[in-house]
């Protein structure tokens, strides 16, 4: 097992970081006899909510616990509710069986905690390995950090080995190694692409060796159609894992919860920058999470999940099917095992960003132009791809829109021989 010194992956603001005057307060109002004269908070009784019932699908009526209300309805610990907490811990426990200890954190939905952790890691001048075509809301992010994208390459199962370890071993004597790899392993957006077993036994090897964190943001690993494959937190040997799962795609997008996992280090300074921007993530939306997951118990959501992936399974292989049926020969793709996303390349098209913005809104059918998940579009020129997502399409949609694209598809390179 090698040691790691957390500091050296630290920006110097995330190591000038101490814990607020007030913040550090709030877990002490809890012990039994504290007289709080500290902590300035709203008093409860003036908050007009009596309780909260969740209604399910099913008929089944939940209530939030009257103590955990209580709790969420005010100023909580930045870490997010402890019951819940505590259930993702013992989630991440069962379903990852981690080699090295851990703790978790919840935020505002996974992105919120993927840019803490950015924040945390980041410093001027930095290089981070980034997926290519990757994430765009975390680029989006990072375009706007003091740090350089350095474009990892994928294929048909994600990140390349080879390719990952040329980068590394060959890095220029003259600039800062990047010390971050950054990967969406399962279901990727945009790609759809996943990461196999093998794959990400090699990736986490080659991060031991050269030093890397892995930023495991991992939000449709429940929406793998087939058997999980084992995440990178489950072989973390050496604690440089920091993996990131959402609810977003299993219970709501709209709740907003989403958690991080990995070394307590890493993870306090985290909890140390909520602290100083949105304080808390929202109670309330945890209640409500905590109130269902508890419900159902570890196995109620693994069968739940089990349920939500088959789902989305079924319609990747019926838009799959259209795919075949309308755009054979005129494009290339690669069917996904899990999420939501298809990423085509389009034949004898060069440049898919005005196809896709103007003339495919003509056909009213949308897409997004493949350039926008590249960190560096202007050094990597015009992109022949597309994403499509199948995840809120009817059939009847799904096989009218391909057809649609077909169309121009073939339009195009009609004008093209011309």
Not at 112 to 119: C, G, I, P, R
Not at 198 to 213: C, F, T, V
Not at 240 to 249: A, E, T
Request: charged fraction near 20%; charge should be negative; proline fraction near 6%.
């Amino acid at each position: 097992m090698n040691v790691i010194d957390y500091k050296y992956y630290l920006s110097e603001s995330s190591k000038a970081r101490t814990p607020g005057a007030i913040r550090r307060l709030v877990p002490l109002t809890r012990i039994p006899g504290m007289i709080s004269l500290g902590v300035g908070a709203p008093n409860s009784d003036m908050f007009p909510f009596e309780g909260i019932t969740i209604t399910l699908k099913n008929g089944e009526s939940l209530q939030v616990d009257s103590k955990v209300l209580r709790e969420a309805l005010t100023y909580g610990p930045s870490d997010g509710l402890p019951q819940l907490i505590g259930w993702l811990k013992e989630l991440q426990t069962l379903q990852h069986v981690p080699p090295c200890e851990f703790t978790v954190t919840v935020g505002t939905g996974s992105q919120d905690l993927v840019t803490k952790a950015f924040q945390m890691l980041v410093s001027e001048g930095d290089n981070i390995l980034f997926e290519s075509p990757g994430y765009v809301g975390i680029i989006a992010f990072l375009r706007h950090q003091p740090c350089n994208l350095v474009d990892v390459e994928l294929d048909a199962h994600g990140v390349i080995p080879a390719k990952l370890r040329e980068q590394l071993q060959n890095w220029p004597a003259d600039k800062r190694k990047p010390k971050v790899l950054y990967t969406v392993p399962v279901g990727g957006n945009p790609t759809g692409v996943s990461q196999t077993l093998e794959r990400k036994r090699e990736i986490y090897e080659i991060a031991r060796q050269h030093d890397l964190l892995i930023l495991e943001d991992d939000p449709y690993y429940y929406l793998q159609y087939g058997d999980k494959v084992p995440s990178y937190f489950s072989m973390d040997v050496d604690g440089r894992v920091l993996r990131f799962d959402s609810m977003s795609k299993v219970l709501s997008s709209g709740l907003r919860v989403g958690w991080a996992t990995g070394p307590a280090e890493l993870i306090d300074i985290m909890n140390l920058i909520t602290q100083t921007s949105n304080l808390q993530p929202s109670s309330v939306a945890q209640a409500i999470t905590y109130t269902l997951v508890n419900s159902w118990g570890h196995q109620g959501f693994h069968d739940h999940t089990r349920k939500v992936a088959e789902f989305y399974g079924e319609r990747c292989q019926l838009f799959c099917q259209y795919a075949r049926k309308h755009l054979t020969g005129l494009a290339d793709w690669v069917e996904p095992n899990a999420g939501m996303f298809v990423w085509f390349t389009l034949k004898g098209i060069e440049d898919s960003f005005d196809l896709i913005l103007n003339k495919a809104m003509e056909k009213k059918v949308l897409l997004v132009p493949g350039i926008e998940f590249y960190c560096h579009p202007e050094k990597s020129g015009p992109s022949q791809c597309v994403r499509a997502s199948f995840s809120n399409v009817t059939e009847q949609d799904m096989d009218l829109g391909l057809e649609r694209l077909a169309s121009l598809l073939r339009e195009q390179n009609e004008v093209q021989k011309e």
